[in-house]
């Protein structure tokens, strides 16, 4: 059936981007030229008449050059080169379907897809055929990141800034003590602000993210001057990168609140934009090798909402049924983010899917115990057991600080990733610059010291006034901080260094073409 090609709805397969519903002006455009993963175009041969094009197919008895790429069409009927044969399924180990389809312009598609293979994906993957978007759709895509943390932002620092000047004052009405948890051996007052030590040691989030944010910008214009073709390299994603910086500034302004009196109803304040931080940071290099699969913007902060929302319930309320709800939810979603995430976003919460997905496992014995990505099995293993590890110290203990529960399981997922990230590339023979280790040098070495800082506090909110009182302690450095404030400043730097890490470690893949660049 001939359909227009500007409303013929793409295979779910189309550069594997399932989730892909968005009607946006950027992507319009690019609806009709992105078709699925191995394609051939013939030309459309008249009823009853063999094809007899040079673009046909080859004879049987006389086989294809084995390094002839697959064509991908474009909106005028166009063949781009875009296609990695790598990533093609063996014919001799897997059985193929074939459908002919036609296209508004009289081409026939023969699309060949591998049915032994779960949801027909290739055994090897390469990032050629997951950035199958045009450069400036991904760049809106990215940008779309710091547009929602900007409003994001704005529409929840006013309210905290209203609640905590309103803290403040009640505070200096009372003189209460009990009212804000202040480490009292080391809080040094300053015009209005009772500990104006601990507002002031946020000063390092808000100068090293703005410095990073015109690092990205002058990276961007260098792109712009110089720009590289669009086969080499990863593709960049100039505003997820910025967000990291203008997440790492609500960071201080949001810290610096809550530490003109912080207590328990305040607490979130100080780590809801470090779970923005953690979050996009994990997005961030998931999408350094999925640009096309990664998630949206919206989609991302919808899940940080619920976090928030989470966080609520277990300061305000906590208790068995909430640990027990949150244990749940805890291991459900990490196992469905496991399954999207092992099949290149191709399984979703469906019956079709849960179907694939169970009749993969069932024909693993017919093709070997051997996965089809190791690697990635292998890393979601890992993050499954210590996710698994969290779930239940958190169900067993029921601390009454579930926000800092909750960072910690962020911040190891992260570093976790970092991890992984770094030694697939070594496994697969890329090599960092120079720069980029001592990037990574730098940040574990301000990572260690500050988060033993950070567990060694001074106040804890979750417990009596008088009980946070026993906590606090004299000043360390110039008798003005102490290690909270050394936990402010540490660990600034110790995010800079990662972001510079997640900017620069993929450098030397500038001359790399896609289709020899691996996806793990």
């Known amino acids: 059936m001939s359909m227009s090609p500007a409303r013929r709805r793409r295979d779910s397969t189309a550069t594997f981007d399932s989730s892909d519903n968005s009607d946006t002006d950027d992507e319009e455009e690019n609806r009709t030229a992105t078709t699925v993963v191995t394609t051939t175009a013939v030309t459309t041969p008249p009823p009853g008449e063999p094809a007899t094009s040079s673009d046909a197919p080859d004879s049987p008895d006389e086989p294809s050059r084995p390094d002839a790429p697959d064509t991908v069409l474009g909106p005028a009927g166009r063949a781009d080169v875009t296609t990695d044969t790598a990533d093609i399924p063996d014919a001799s180990t897997s059985t193929r379907a074939v459908q002919t389809e036609q296209n508004g312009n009289g081409i026939y598609l ?66 209460s003590l009990d009212t804000c948890y202040y480490n009292f051996l080391c809080a040094h007052p300053w015009g209005g602000i009772s500990d104006f030590n601990h507002v002031f040691s946020n000063a390092g989030y808000l100068l090293l993210g703005a410095l990073f944010m015109l690092q990205v910008r002058r990276r961007k214009m260098r792109r712009k001057r110089k720009p590289r073709d669009e086969e080499y390299g990863i593709p960049a994603h100039y505003g997820l990168l910025s967000s990291l910086g203008a997440a790492m500034m609500m960071v201080a302004l949001l810290s610096a609140t809550y530490h003109v009196c912080p207590n328990a109803l305040n607490f979130q304040f100080d780590t809801a934009f470090m779970y923005v931080l953690a979050v996009l940071s994990m997005v961030k290099i998931y999408q350094s090798r999925h640009p096309d699969i990664n998630a949206r913007a919206h989609a991302t902060f919808g899940v940080l909402a619920v976090l928030i929302a989470l966080v609520v319930w277990g300061v305000l309320g906590g208790g068995p049924l909430f640990w027990s709800v949150f244990t749940v939810l805890h291991i459900f979603t990490f196992l469905l983010l496991s399954l999207r995430i092992y099949y290149v976003g191709q399984f979703r919460f469906e019956k079709e899917s849960l179907q694939q997905a169970a009749r993969s496992v069932a024909d693993m014995p017919a093709r070997g115990l051997r996965p089809l990505y190791t690697a990635r099995l292998v890393m979601l293993l890992i993050a499954n057991a210590v996710n698994w590890g969290f779930a239940l110290y958190g169900l067993f203990t029921q601390s009454g600080d579930f926000a800092g529960h909750l960072l910690s399981v962020l911040l190891t997922n992260t570093l976790l990733y970092m991890v992984f990230y770094l030694s697939m590339k070594l496994l697969h023979g890329e090599r960092p610059r120079w720069y980029a280790w001592l990037y990574l040098a730098a940040a574990s070495a301000a990572w260690a010291p500050g988060l033993y800082f950070f567990i060694s506090g001074s106040t804890d909110w979750s417990t009596t006034p008088a009980l946070s009182r026993h906590l606090n302690h004299e000043c360390v450095v110039l008798q003005f901080y102490d290690s909270h404030d050394l936990w402010h400043i540490l660990s600034a730097v110790a995010l800079y260094f990662s972001f510079n890490a997640m900017l620069t470690w993929d450098d030397g893949l500038a001359a790399v073409k896609r289709t020899e660049i691996a996806v793990f």
């Open 110 to 175: 023969e699309r060949v897809q591998s049915m032994a293979r779960p949801f027909g994906l290739p055994a090897r993957l390469h990032v050629a055929a997951l950035s199958r978007r045009r450069a400036r759709v991904l760049a809106a895509r990215s940008d779309r990141y710091l547009y929602t943390l900007y409003t994001v932002a704005l529409f929840y620092s006013l309210p905290v800034l209203q609640f905590v000047a309103a803290y403040q004052v009640v505070l200096n009405v009372t003189g």
